[in-house]
């Protein structure tokens, strides 16, 4: 156990449905990361908070996507209007907040999405 | 954006020393070169960062060229539990870096007994 819970575990939907996934990252970290993760591939980068602030968006997080980490706490991962592309494994990390380096990411065990 | 290959898999045995190289040609001047560990259905699990020369800890070495184009994680004395897919990830935070951190295409290491 990393300290860094994800939820749900598991979710099954289907084709146009909302969901929202939930990280709570370790406390004392400041730094907190999406990623997205499909079969044999390994994680690609989706978003990026410092505190509350979203520094970062990848292109994959099309305008059906939308993230959150309001007062700097956890943070939510909605997806708007399911699609079956939209099957994958996501992954959220936490880190302190160190110059320079990014330091240890530090990873939940993930949200498993299947869109029927 | 930094280009990250890894070779898809290595096998080796118990109580051999695996070397898992990464290419990261594009490496920008602040980016560090971090390894993760996964297991299947899992999250990745820390296992080394360096950015350059030679970095050892508890469990594995990186060695980093003068050139920083690629690095090597070393694993010695290999056991049954390490199996799992090996990934480098290469980024930078702060100062007006990119903030995005790239993981690499993974290698899958099988030791058996």
């Known amino acids: 156990d990393t300290g860094v819970s994800q939820d749900p575990r598991h979710k099954i939907t289907k084709r146009g449905q909302n969901v929202t996934f939930r990280c709570d990252p370790i406390s004392e970290h400041n730094r907190l990361y999406w990623y997205r993760q499909t079969l044999g591939q390994g994680p690609e980068f989706l978003t990026y908070f410092q505190n509350e602030a979203q520094l970062e968006k990848s292109r994959l997080l099309s305008d059906r996507f939308s993230a959150e980490r309001p007062k700097g706490s956890f943070s939510t991962l909605e997806i708007q209007r399911t699609e079956q592309g939209d099957s994958a494994m996501y992954l959220c990390?936490?880190?302190?907040?160190?110059?320079?380096?990014?330091?240890?990411?530090?990873f939940g065990e993930g949200s498993r999405l299947t869109v029927l | 954006l930094a280009k990250i290959t890894q070779p898809i898999s290595m096998d080796s045995y118990e109580g051999q020393e695996v070397n898992i190289t990464c290419s990261h040609n594009?490496?920008?001047?602040?980016?560090?070169i971090t390894w993760y560990q996964q297991f299947p259905s899992q999250g990745p699990r820390f296992i080394i960062q360096g950015y350059k020369t030679k970095v050892t800890n508890e469990v594995a070495s990186l060695f980093i060229p003068a050139d920083r184009k690629s690095s090597t994680l070393s694993l010695p004395r290999v056991s049954l539990s390490d199996t799992a897919v090996y990934y480098c990830l290469v980024g930078a935070m702060g100062g007006g870096a990119t903030n995005k951190l790239i993981f690499g295409t993974g290698t899958l290491l099988a030791v058996q007994p």
């Open positions: 594009n490496i920008a001047t602040n980016d560090y």
């Open positions: 990390a936490s880190s302190r907040d160190t110059k320079g380096a990014y330091g240890e990411l530090f």
